[in-house]
């Protein structure tokens, strides 16, 4: 099973989900763009951006529950195709 590449983007002070994308599975790439948004966000207090390795959605949901609240997870996270 392949290890998919997840990037969230909470806003910790509202307690809400801002983004999330699968970026696949090329770990490389996912940090690339990890550090792109980390430098987007940079100083913007109570902005977490996450990257986060696993096999499914599912999985994240029970690890970082904290993140998706009430809302279901599905309707945030967008795949992209590189």
Do not use: C, N
């Not at 998919?4 to 090329?26: K, M, N, P």
């Not at 763009?33 to 977490?48: L, N, W």
Request: proline letters at 1%; glycine letters at 10%.
């Amino acid at each position: 099973m392949a290890i998919h590449q997840f990037l969230i983007v909470y806003d910790a002070s509202a307690q809400r989900l801002l983004e999330a994308t699968d970026l696949g599975v090329d770990t490389g790439a996912a940090v690339a763009a990890y550090a792109e948004y980390e430098e987007r966000y940079r100083g913007q207090g109570g902005i977490e951006v996450v990257l986060i390795g696993s096999d499914s959605i599912e999985t994240i949901k029970q690890t970082h529950g904290h993140y998706f609240g009430r809302v279901d997870p599905s309707e945030f996270f967008e795949a992209v195709i590189a």
